[in-house]
């Protein structure tokens, strides 16, 4: 999709300022700036206007007026995605709806909460369990992430394993299609099935088909007793045994995470006291009842000794538990601190081959001689590899080591994202795991919702000029 004209874009504008107010306006460069870019390599681009909406009738009038002028329109929420999905690459009308922050509604007896999409995770997280409830979803940017992206990305976190993703958690939603048409989908009910879920197709698509105005979230009851276990192995393989052993003896922890020696390096460099023999580690928790968390944390001690285990330990106390957790999370920022550029990609594969990713990795590390380092959620197999370099002589050596990463992933069962989404840093690669036709099909919807290819262009699928927006 061309940018818009000088003119087009001056007229843009005024339609804007006059339907919404210019206080909702943001038209300056430094402004605009703020919409231009996400937490990936991706290059930032900078729209031609922003809108800040603050009730859903704004993103409502934003939608009507990029029809009405033709204009590319891109939806934000918090930014902090990691594959591109909210980079306005098109120009146009970059839509945040980061001030459309309210808890609306917490029900016990239902057990579902009402949000709108800027809501952080956080807040949410801390809103529920201040009233003995439990939304499970917990992306690592939970500190700033917001739950429309969370909803467009179809956002994980380390308690997927258990508890699953955010689809399993949205239960209904207040949409607003290109035109501005508002419309409800999904239900308030535990259980429904009329007609098509158009809720779970929307979860998860990126931003492309309709923007959320509004949520109705499933609730679970607060775990009595959360315990965080440390394992430490003398290399990452013996790690991909020990949770072969775990799933085995049918132990499922609410999180399973698994951290290489690089990545170990990195948490140590946080002021994490971890033994430094260790060569790689698992973040493990248990929750539910004390007497079913005594005896998962047996299995799991037993699971991670016969693997060859140097060490597992207990956390003491909530301060330990949340300093090791702290270190986690930020490990994203951490690792980026490493090198100059840093590509993150967050395969997933079936558990029992775990162990071939990393012998893989391995292999690719050696044959590109890019520094790589590797953790994620090894409960459900979604692990993030990373590609580390400084110089951008290196980026052919990068984009051979992500193509071998991608085609080996496929071939062994698996899929090219987990939970960043396919945005433009893999779009080039959605053809070495979906079919053409099921690619044309996908296409298909995407026109039935948006005939003129408006909302959130440049996203998901292979563009002809190909190339990988992560370099």
């Known amino acids: ?63 009507a007026v990029a029809l009405q002028e033709r204009a590319p329109i891109t939806p934000r929420a918090g930014g902090s995605g990691k594959s591109g999905g909210c980079i306005p690459v098109a120009g146009g009308i970059a839509l945040g709806t980061g001030k459309l922050s309210k808890i609306v509604d917490i029900d016990h007896a239902e057990l579902i909460a009402v949000v709108e999409p800027g809501v952080v995770l956080g807040d949410l997280h801390r809103a529920v369990e201040a009233e003995g409830l439990f939304f499970p979803p917990d992306a690592n940017s939970l500190a700033w992430c917001a739950l429309g992206g969370n909803i467009a990305e179809n956002a994980g976190g380390p308690r997927a394993f258990k508890y699953g993703v955010t689809r399993d958690y949205v239960l209904g939603l207040d949409i607003a299609l290109v035109g501005g048409e508002p419309m409800s989908v999904g239900r308030n009910t535990r259980k429904g099935v009329t007609g098509y879920d158009l809720t779970g197709l929307l979860v998860g698509s990126e931003g492309t088909l309709a923007v959320t105005t509004r949520a109705t979230l499933r609730l679970v009851p607060k775990p009595e007793v959360v315990v965080t276990l440390l394992a430490l192995f003398a290399d990452v393989h013996a790690c991909g045994r020990a949770v072969a052993a775990m799933l085995e003896s049918r132990v499922v922890p609410r999180c399973l995470e698994l951290l290489d020696r690089a990545t170990l390096d990195a948490v140590r460099n946080q002021g994490v006291g971890v033994d430094p023999g260790a060569g790689a580690m698992l ?24 693997a060859g285990a140097l060490d597992v330990l207990v956390a003491q106390d909530l301060a330990q538990r949340d300093r090791l957790w702290s270190a986690r999370r930020a490990l994203s920022h951490t690792t980026r601190a490493m090198a100059k550029h840093k590509v993150s990609e967050d395969v997933v594969v079936p558990r029992r081959h775990i162990g071939t990713l990393l012998a893989e990795v391995d292999r690719i590390r050696e044959a590109t001689g890019i520094k790589m380092l590797t953790y994620g959620h090894a409960g459900d197999g979604n692990l993030h590899v990373n590609y580390l370099y400084d110089d951008v002589s290196q980026i052919p050596d990068v984009e051979r080591g992500l193509e071998q990463l991608f085609r080996r992933v496929v071939e062994l069962g698996g899929t090219l994202t987990g939970e960043h989404g396919i945005g433009l840093s893999k779009a080039r690669f959605l053809p070495l795991e979906q079919s053409e036709s099921v690619i044309d099909l996908q296409q298909g919807l995407k026109r039935v919702f948006d005939p003129n290819g408006l909302l959130n262009p440049g996203k998901i699928f292979p563009r002809p000029e190909g190339g990988h927006r992560s370099c």
């Open 283 to 306: 973040i493990l928790e248990v929750d539910g009842a004390e007497a079913t968390t005594l005896v998962e944390q047996e299995r799991i001690g037993n699971a991670c000794m016969s």
């Open 1 to 63: 999709m061309p940018r818009l004209s000088p003119s087009h874009v001056d007229r843009l504008r005024s339609r804007l300022e006059h339907e919404l107010g210019p206080s909702k306006v943001i038209t300056s460069e430094a402004g605009l700036a703020a919409f231009a870019g996400d937490e990936s390599e991706n290059e930032p681009v900078l729209p031609d206007v922003a809108v800040e909406a603050e009730t859903p009738e704004d993103v409502r009038i934003a939608l």
